[in-house]
């Protein structure tokens, strides 16, 4: 699965219990401007020890796996979350115009 969204928190760093190896968890919420009314959101785990080169607000693509985690919460209610075990998450960025470019756009 693929998905295009912002990232909504910084990536946090987090170890598995069973495992004892690291991830960085963060939120990602995907909506199609004009389109959504309400974004999707999900939470994308990172199964790498290093620190990806995202922050809040970038622009993103994930690659990964999609899975609903299911679990009750602190007030008892069974509830979910849609989960990316992601391969890849980088970030998206606008193209940066050649200085020729720029120059001839400001004339």
């Known amino acids: 699965m693929q998905l295009f969204g912002n990232v909504a928190t910084e990536p946090e760093k987090k170890?598995?219990?069973s495992t004892?190896?690291?991830y960085y968890e963060m939120r990602v919420a995907e909506s199609q401007r004009g389109v959504d009314t309400q974004p999707?959101?999900?939470t994308v785990r990172i199964m790498r020890d290093d620190k990806p080169?995202?922050?809040k607000g970038d622009f993103v693509k994930v690659t990964?796996?999609?899975k609903a985690d299911f679990y009750l919460s602190r007030e008892g209610k069974p509830t979910g979350t849609l989960l990316v075990i992601?391969?890849?998450a980088a970030k998206i960025g606008k193209p940066v115009k050649e200085e020729s470019e720029r120059a001839a756009a400001v004339e």
């Open 53 to 55: 080169h995202l922050n």
């Open 15 to 17: 170890t598995s219990k």
């Open 20 to 22: 004892g190896k690291g």
């Open 64 to 66: 990964g796996k999609l």
């Open 40 to 42: 999707t959101w999900y």
């Open 86 to 88: 992601a391969f890849e």
